[in-house]
């Protein structure tokens, strides 16, 4: 029979990842877009000139899952690119005006909720939370990591 803890612990995951589907659709209908994009767009309105492999960085995404999500970007007119004259390998990012006000009227946070909460955390906590994660993590033997690199709104829809 299941534990009470286990069961407990179960609800409180059910409870965030409800609430990163509801905050997700709530910046869909808001913007049109989904929150990896919203986050993607405040993070390069923070970080004007930023490239594609610091904006992955940035959100912890694969280079090739930004640039995709950037393309729609693009396409939407929220984001222009522009490549750099003395080596036009790299490519900066930058919001129009239009990315601008979307990201004005947006429902916070623009990072998302759990990555907001974390924030928040005293680091010896977040050092703790992400020591036990792992712990989970290996004792349900997930050897396919790909999607540690995968937006967490596209996991929870």
Do not use: Y
């Not at 990163?20 to 990896?36: D, F, M, P, Y």
């Not at 003395?86 to 919001?95: C, E, Y």
């Not at 129009?96 to 623009?110: F, S």
């Amino acid at each position: 029979m299941t534990s009470p803890l286990v069961l407990e612990t179960l609800q409180k995951f059910r409870l965030i990842i409800g609430a990163v589907r509801q905050h997700s659709r709530a910046l869909e209908a808001a913007c049109g877009i989904g929150g990896t994009q919203v986050w993607m767009l405040a993070t390069i309105a923070d970080r004007p000139d930023i490239t594609v492999s610091q904006l992955g960085q940035a959100l912890s995404i694969h280079v090739s899952t930004a640039s995709n999500l950037l393309d729609k970007l693009a396409r939407a007119g929220l984001v222009e690119r522009q490549r750099v004259e003395d080596d036009r390998r790299v490519v900066r990012l930058r919001v129009t005006a239009k990315g601008q006000d979307m990201v004005a009227r947006a429902p916070q946070p623009l990072t998302g909720l759990i990555v907001d909460a974390l924030e928040k955390l005293p680091e010896d906590s977040l050092m703790r939370l992400d020591e036990e994660l792992a712990r989970l993590v290996q004792q349900m033997h997930l050897l396919d990591q790909r999607a540690a690199k995968e937006p967490l709104s596209n996991l929870v829809r």
